[in-house]
C-alpha cells in the first residue's frame, strides 16, 4: 500500500496534508478509490461554507456506488479542486497530488495533529480486511 508519510488519515479514509500556512488539503486514500472503483462524478463542497468534523460534505460517485466525503475536521472550506467536473478519475489516477478534493481551515490545528499517522492508517486498513 503506498501511503505518503507526511498525511494524517481519518478513519472514513479522507487523508489531510497540512500546508505552510495552516489550511490542509483533503482527498480520499489511495486505498478508498480503489475500493470505490472508477470515478465518473465529484461533487465538491461550496466554498466559504462551514462545516462540523465528519459532517458529509462531498460526494464521490463511481461505477459502482455513491459515496459521502466527510470534512475530517471542523472548519472553513476555502477551496476547491476545479479540475475534477471534467476529469473526476484524477481521483483514481493520482489520489495524493492532482486529485485533491478540497482544502480547508481548520478552527482547531490540534483536531487535525489527532488524526491516524501514516502507519496507524495503514493498520487501521489491514484491520478492516
Not at 472548519?75 to 476545479?82: A, E, V, Y
Not at 482544502?103 to 496507524?120: F, I, Q, R, T, Y
Request: glycine share 6%.
Amino acid at each position: 500500500m503506498d501511503i505518503p508519510g507526511d498525511l494524517k488519515f481519518a478513519p472514513s479514509h479522507e487523508w489531510v496534508r497540512v500546508e505552510e500556512d495552516g489550511t490542509i488539503t483533503v482527498g480520499i486514500s489511495g486505498h478508498a478509490q480503489e475500493q470505490l472503483g472508477d470515478l465518473v462524478f465529484v461533487e465538491t463542497p461550496e466554498i466559504d461554507r462551514d462545516c462540523e468534523a465528519e459532517e458529509g460534505i462531498a460526494v464521490v460517485e463511481s461505477v459502482k456506488a455513491a459515496s459521502d466525503i466527510y470534512a475530517p475536521v471542523a472548519g472553513k472550506i476555502i477551496d476547491t479542486n476545479p479540475n475534477l467536473a471534467d476529469n473526476p478519475e484524477l481521483v483514481n489516477t493520482d489520489p495524493y497530488g492532482e486529485g485533491w478534493l478540497f482544502k480547508l481551515a481548520p478552527n482547531e490545528v490540534e483536531d487535525v495533529e489527532n488524526m491516524m499517522s501514516p502507519d496507524d492508517y495503514e493498520a487501521f486498513v489491514e484491520s478492516e480486511e
